[in-house]
């Protein structure tokens, strides 16, 4: 079984990308060959004007996947850029997708709304599901983790894969699974719906011990539950959200909520309790990460690329052939 | 100086090329560093499902290049999706272009509607001057021959070039100048606006001496132009339109002209003499092109793609570096 996964490359990754995906693929790289990509390609999209912003994320992301326990032995970490196959597959599926139907994206139009491009949607962030098409089965994914808001990217690759089959008689492209995550999501520590490098509201899996800690204490609570006796609300209050994802005392959890419920717990206490927990969560990683140069990062993704150099350039042979692109020259 | 040109390869060549760009490039060849490049990836963005089109004339091209002059010592025959520096650089430069900027192209859009695409126009093909500015900016071309109808992808062209350079401090890109052509559009042997492949109405350089005859005396004429001493009309006469274009002496066609138009000079004099002028021309063309083995312009192909690579994968690396794609991996 082969999965794809990935991230742009944009900051460094927080406790957000941790729950929502990291730890799920240190489980997936036991039972699947794994593939994990730093989108920096994609990221260009609608990071043209500010290329930093990627290039310097790059093996800051490298060192978060080995230090939450991602093994290089078992998951194969390449850069988007370096595999020259993927655009080439790209400019074949560009033939096989009308303007209509890459505007009509939801998650390509939800993004262009967010990001307010405004009248000037860059050709090349309208069309990134086709070349997500492009890295998903370059690679001959069976799955793809995703979130229920990328379902849409997942039905944009299996058109792609049905017609280019169909019209040049092939099998070489695979349909692919969605692998749908139910972890809802984390909310930023500010109370937003989502915790986001650009929003400044994320705890960084990289932050020190004193800059959990105030992140942790200056969260977002209920404004109703003023005095320790005072009852309070469980619900939208971010430091239970947080506890929910990552306290492992479900029990002990119960009692918590029921006895803030009532009155008598303090904001103080939950925040200790919390910040204790991902203190211990982080404090490993943030160690591992202390122990990687950047030599060992650089040579995790050469070793990476190298690899997924090969088996899309295998692809790409195949899908030339299909289409006919060989004149013995 | 260095020029482009090239083709789409969906089939032979005529007269019309002939005329219209064959003949300027042999002349070319002389004074520029030319590259002419077989657009087998353009001409899929409108021919995706009937690639056999495309694959089947590669080599005809070829031919037809030889045959007429061009000197593969002189110019650089290559293939477009051999290169794959060229799918990668159009990635980047989509990044720099609105949806709206594409759509609006006139080019695009008089092509459009003449296609009849309908509702279903293909990404690959309303981004395919993009992926132009790709393959002009590779090879730094400082000129590119074109008709009038072309100017706007020239003018999209250096759009992106003073962007790209513009935003990523550099000036690893060139803009380009048109060369503008001003021979006229041949018209097809049935009077129609143009001569084309697609409507069997060109005569090609490799027709046989008996097809060239027989599509000769087929041509349209002056319908009124009855019998010889008929006086007869010379405009919108497709005899004078091709004699215009190859007969040689143009005082001796100035008197055919004013006899015809007195009456007196029947069509099958006028036929003679275009057929005996064309005769003339096509016939080192063919016999040339009938000595070109398969392996020889393969090879011719294969050297000429080979330098177009190592010239597109140069300036790639330019663009990557201006970028900062660049991860020491």
């Given at each position: 079984m082969i999965a794809l996964t990935?991230?742009?490359?944009?900051?460094?990754?927080?406790?957000?990308?941790?729950?929502g995906s990291l730890k799920n693929r240190v489980v997936l790289q036991e039972t699947c060959d794994q593939y994990i990509m730093i989108a920096d390609l994609q990221a260009l999209t609608d990071h043209f004007e500010s290329p930093r912003t990627i290039t310097d994320s790059v093996l800051e992301l490298v060192a978060d996947y080995?230090?939450?326990?991602?093994d290089p032995m078992k998951s194969t970490i390449f850069v988007q850029s370096q595999i020259s196959a993927l655009s080439e597959m790209t400019m074949y599926f560009m033939n096989l997708v009308s303007i209509s139907r890459v505007e009509r994206n939801p998650t390509v139009?939800?993004?262009?709304?967010?990001?307010?491009?405004?009248?000037?949607?860059?050709v090349g962030f309208v069309c990134y599901p086709i070349s997500q098409a492009a890295d998903i089965t370059a690679f001959k994914a069976d799955i793809v983790p995703v979130g229920d808001d990328q379902l849409p990217m997942i039905e944009q690759t299996n058109e792609i894969v049905r017609k280019f089959n169909r019209i040049y008689s092939t099998n070489c492209l695979k349909e692919v699974k969605p692998r749908l995550s139910h972890v809802s999501r984390l909310v930023g520590i500010d109370g937003q719906a989502k915790a986001g490098k650009s929003l400044n509201n994320a705890i960084f899996l990289s932050d020190t011990s004193e800059a959990i800690k105030t992140k942790v204490f200056s969260m977002f609570t209920d404004p109703n539950h003023i005095r320790v006796s005072d009852p309070g609300k469980v619900e939208g209050n971010v430091v239970f959200s947080y506890l929910d994802a990552f306290f492992e005392d479900k029990d002990e959890l119960e009692d918590l909520k029921k006895q803030y419920r009532k009155g008598g717990l303090g904001d103080t206490t939950i925040k200790s309790k919390l910040n204790d927990t991902l203190q211990s969560l982080l404090q490993p990683i943030?160690?591992?990460?202390?122990?990687?140069?950047?030599?060992?990062l650089r040579e995790i993704c050469h070793e990476g690329t190298k690899k997924a150099q090969r088996v899309a350039s295998d692809t790409l042979e195949e899908i030339r052939d299909a289409i006919g692109l060989k004149y013995g020259i």
């Open positions: 990935g991230d742009r490359p944009t900051g460094r990754l927080h406790l957000g990308h941790y729950i080995l230090a939450v326990g991602i139009k939800a993004e262009i709304a967010q990001k307010g491009f405004n009248d000037s949607i860059p943030r160690e591992k990460r202390a122990q990687l140069s950047r030599d060992f």
